[in-house]
């Protein structure tokens, strides 16, 4: 999988679970800020990616340090480094 | 003219409200010394006599209809899941089937004179208090027969469109093995949005569904809230 069917990917299932516009999902959006999240929709957005690339993420302490989407799709893309997509 | 309806229907509730202080401390003595009720409880049998006079008056100045007939009568205790349009949706529940609920709310409606006092008397939840256990808190409330009501909005839509819906209610609900009744509310949008002061002519109608069990969304594991959510909201949405 390359970067751009992953950040697809990531969009998408924002999209369909947080509800989303898709015109709001660029790469230095901010999930607080911009994106209206809160502690709960950490834990679900964890959920979702977890299913979405079928991979483990559980407590991993870098997803406590995401502040923006570009910061999502490089944490994804480094778990594809050490997890089979 | 709309200012005028407004004013008639605010000094008609302003008096009502006034004439609700003796009528409540009656009811409140009638529901302590007969009924025996606890005080939490005998607040909350006031808040509902005063919501069914908030739904008669209302009846003169917008169409008010209701529909429980999908919701079993004895499913007991329960989360209710509503959609959020405005100010007067928790007053819609002034005609619902019970009045032994319980709402979330914002830290700053604890502040409005006498409905804070009487809100916290009658176990009202400030959603903006750190220390609440949720959990604890809804067992205690379904041991006593009590339902919670939640907006899984988190505050009123700017539109007439259902906003996205947080998580919290379908967590505790699944943690806690309480189902959840999904309830419409239309129409308060048009009467009184959150932008706007004066009240609109509006057909206002609650309806309410088949609860929804959270021991039918187990199987999806750490999904299973999520899952229940997408479910509850399309059954409100697409009704």
Known sequence: ?85 | MKYLRTALYAFILINATLALYPFGIFIYGWCRLIKKYKEDEAYRKIIGIYGLIWVFITRFFADFTTDFSRTPKNTGAAIIVANHQSFFDMYCFGAFFTHNLVALVKGWVFKVLVYGFVMRKAGYINIDNPDINYENTLRELTSRNTSLIIFPEGSRSSTKKIGRFHSGAFILSIKTNTPIIPVRIDGTFDFLPRDRKSIGKASIKMTSFQPVYPADFIKYGDSAHLKMKSYVKNLIENS
């Open chain 1, 1 to 85: 999988m390359d970067k751009s069917e992953m950040i697809e990917r990531v969009n998408k299932a924002l999209s369909a679970e947080f509800e989303i516009e898709p015109s709001k999902l660029n790469p230095d959006a901010k999930f607080k800020e911009d994106l209206g999240f809160d502690s709960l929709d950490a834990v679900d957005l964890v959920i979702v990616l977890e299913e979405e690339f079928n991979i483990k993420i559980g407590k991993d302490p870098v997803i406590m340090q995401i502040k923006t989407l570009a910061d999502l799709y490089a944490f994804i893309e480094g778990k594809a480094l050490t997890q089979t997509l």
